[in-house]
């Protein structure tokens, strides 16, 4: 489908322009088994993994929300649908953020075999994954490693380990060091684009269409490097340009 399976992905964007929103929409595709944006080939329906690595999880509980899948079985806990498993901070349950310790490495594995995901596992973020392990996430050396070993993993399970991160001083790159996209098999940016650009062909006219986004795919091993433009219409993503959907000829 849309994400490689076995590989590391890194998705960053300047704060604000929809990083969540697109890893939930990742995950209903996995879970339905249904292709996602510019991809309509679907797989089997599969599970998904999202690890809170920051503090808050208010922001993810919002877009949750808002794409409706706080009121879907398949993304309630408990339900024998659950088809996605959320680990974050919660006073009440006592559980911490996730940081990639070897405690945290030990955790994430477990977690996979637990929770039988075989679809993706999303980390928000790098720089709070990185907290408490001695390591700098602006570190190149430091950086690769950690990847490393997330391949491993990614690679064992056959699942894709997406790196979620903010839009760093490189007007091409995320955060802290380059080795994030340079050890990822994948690199999606996401940015806001001009309402005034953001337009549909509607009968005769032109249609504004509001929060669009363009996303582009700096590097992809199996499908290249490519661009497009979506939005969300009915809590669902969809393309600003239909003829950019790469079609299942199977």
Not at 103 to 120: N, T
Not at 148 to 170: C, E, P, Q, W, Y
Not at 172 to 192: H, P, R, T, Y
Request: with cysteine.
């Amino acid at each position: 489908g849309f994400l490689p399976a076995g590989e590391v992905v890194h998705l960053f964007s300047p704060w604000g322009c929809g990083k969540t929103s697109v890893s939930l929409g990742m995950i209903r595709a996995l879970a339905e088994g249904t292709g996602f944006l510019d991809q309509e080939k679907g797989l089997k329906p599969r599970k998904s993994l999202f690890l809170q690595a920051d503090s808050s999880s208010s922001r993810f509980k919002a877009t949750y929300g808002e794409l409706g899948m706080d009121e879907d079985p398949m993304f309630r806990k408990g339900t024998p649908e659950q088809m996605l498993y959320i680990i974050g901070a919660d006073i009440d349950q006592g559980t911490e953020s996730w940081s990639a310790t070897v405690l945290g490495i030990e955790k994430l594995i477990r977690y996979i075999i637990q929770f039988e995901i075989d679809g993706a596992v999303f980390i928000d973020s790098v720089k709070g994954m990185m907290e408490g392990t001695g390591l700098d996430y602006a570190n190149n050396e430091h950086v690769k490693a950690i990847c490393k070993t997330l391949l491993v993993i990614a690679d064992m399970f056959k699942i894709s380990i997406v790196l979620i991160n903010h839009k760093g001083t490189d007007k091409q790159e995320g955060s802290g060091a380059k080795a994030w996209s340079e050890s990822a098999g994948m690199v999606i940016e996401l940015k806001n684009v001009d309402p005034k650009k953001a337009k549909s062909k509607n009968g005769e006219e032109d249609e504004e269409i509001p929060n669009c986004r363009e996303l582009l795919i700096r590097k992809d091993s199996i499908g290249g490097r490519r661009a497009f433009k979506y939005f969300i219409l009915n809590q669902r993503h969809q393309l600003v340009d239909p003829s950019k959907l790469v079609l299942n000829q199977t």
